[in-house]
């Protein structure tokens, strides 16, 4: 079992950066890969980043690709989202996920954080 709290959420002007985390707690943390996912009102839920179990293999959606980083300390079973530039386009509720599977799916992942709200102004 796995219980995960996202944070780091905000408003922001178009251009600048937050720094979204997510705390997981839990003895299998490690086994996991970790992923970002992000719905915006009106919108699906969508992949936005995924760090693998061992930390070595990254992947991002094409959006957010060269502007976000995703990384995790193990030490502390927290995950990060480093997001730069943003854009009113990257506005919506971001969720942080677990899941054994390397996937893009989100019915694929096992645990959800609550979500963390992320609002950019133009």
């Known amino acids: 079992q796995v219980q995960l709290v996202d944070s780091g959420g905000g408003l922001v002007q178009a251009g600048g950066s937050l720094r979204l985390s997510c705390a997981a707690s839990?003895?299998?943390?490690?086994?996991?890969?970790m992923g970002w996912f992000r719905q915006a009102p009106g919108k699906e839920r969508e992949f936005v980043a995924r760090?693998?179990?061992?930390?070595?293999?990254?992947t991002y959606a094409g959006s957010v690709k060269g502007r976000f980083t995703i990384s995790r300390d193990s030490a502390k079973n927290t995950v990060y989202l480093q997001m730069n530039s943003l854009k009113p386009e990257d506005t919506g509720v971001y969720y942080c996920?677990?899941?054994?599977?390397?996937?893009?799916?989100?019915?694929?992942?096992?645990?959800w954080g609550q979500g963390t709200q992320v609002t950019v102004s133009s």
């Open positions: 839990g003895r299998t943390f490690s086994s996991y890969g």
């Open positions: 760090i693998s179990s061992s930390a070595r293999v990254t």
């Open positions: 996920a677990a899941g054994a599977a390397n996937s893009r799916l989100a019915s694929t992942y096992d645990y």
